[in-house]
Nanobody
Framework: QVQLVESGGGLVQPGGSLRLSCATS????????MSWYRQAPGKERELVAI????????NYADSVKGRFTISRDNAKSTVYLQMNSLKPEDTAVYYC??????????WGQGTRVTVSS
């Protein structure tokens, strides 16, 4: 069955960095747009970043532009989120998503990021 497994979350001080990974299997990774979402306590899930199938196009939420970078390795079926200059408001559970349209829509289980001193 399709698997998306996020890793790399944890506790980090404000101003610090983390790199999230989402390792996938059992679907044709290179044909899916990949994205990262996050959900903070008491808030709705929001789109953080998205990358096209070949990685040539990316988009970011305004709140993370210039601090976060999404990338993908189609040979490894993995998508990454490099997060720099982290702020307390970045605290959330981060999810990766694979989407190709219609029913071809898969989510990981999430990894928790806590930014606190």
């Amino acid at each position: 069955q399709v698997q998306l497994v996020e890793s790399g979350g944890g506790l980090v001080q404000p101003g610090g960095s983390l790199r999230l990974s989402c390792a996938t299997s059992k679907f044709t990774f290179r044909t899916y747009a990949m994205s990262w979402y996050r959900q903070a306590p008491g808030k709705e899930r929001e789109l953080v970043a998205i990358i096209s199938t070949a990685g040539g196009s990316t988009n970011y939420a305004d709140s993370v532009k210039g601090r976060f970078t999404i990338s993908r390795d189609n040979a490894k079926s993995t998508v990454y989120l490099q997060m720099n200059s982290l702020k307390p408001e970045d605290t959330a559970v981060y999810y990766c998503r694979a989407y190709r349209g219609g029913v071809y829509d898969y989510w990981g289980q999430g990894t928790r990021v806590t930014v606190s001193s």
